[in-house]
């Protein structure tokens, strides 16, 4: 059984980094397309960004490209999502999610975590 685990989130102000890991267990995490949704109050989830199982493709939401960057160390069993020029609007629950699926952006999700709040003030 696949168990993700978030951590790095916090309130911040606009125009700060922050960045956030995800640690998979429970199975072989190269098998794993990686990636991170985002969640705000009355809003739907919605996808930020993906990795391939190697890190050699990436894949990011228009409204994050050139601010976030995904990366990951399977060696580490762990996926990072670097967040760059924080908003106001990026303020959310960042949730880590895996895919046995190779396609990006994510669309088949096997495993979610249990999120980590991402909050920035202006």
């Known amino acids: 059984q696949v168990r993700l685990v978030e951590s790095g989130g916090g309130l911040v102000q606009a125009g700060d980094s922050l960045k956030l890991s995800c640690t998979l267990s429970?199975?072989?995490?190269?098998?794993?397309?990686m990636g991170w949704f985002r969640q705000a109050p009355g809003k739907e989830r919605e996808f930020v960004a993906s990795s391939s199982w190697s890190g050699s493709s990436t894949y990011y939401t228009d409204s994050v490209k050139g601010r976030f960057t995904i990366s990951r160390d399977n060696a580490k069993n762990t996926v990072y999502l670097q967040l760059n020029s924080l908003t106001p609007e990026d303020t959310a629950v960042y949730y880590c999610a895996a895919s046995r699926s190779t396609a990006q952006p994510m669309s088949i999700i096997n495993a979610w975590g249990q999120g980590t709040q991402v909050t920035v003030s202006s």
């Open positions: 429970g199975r072989t995490f190269s098998e794993y397309t």
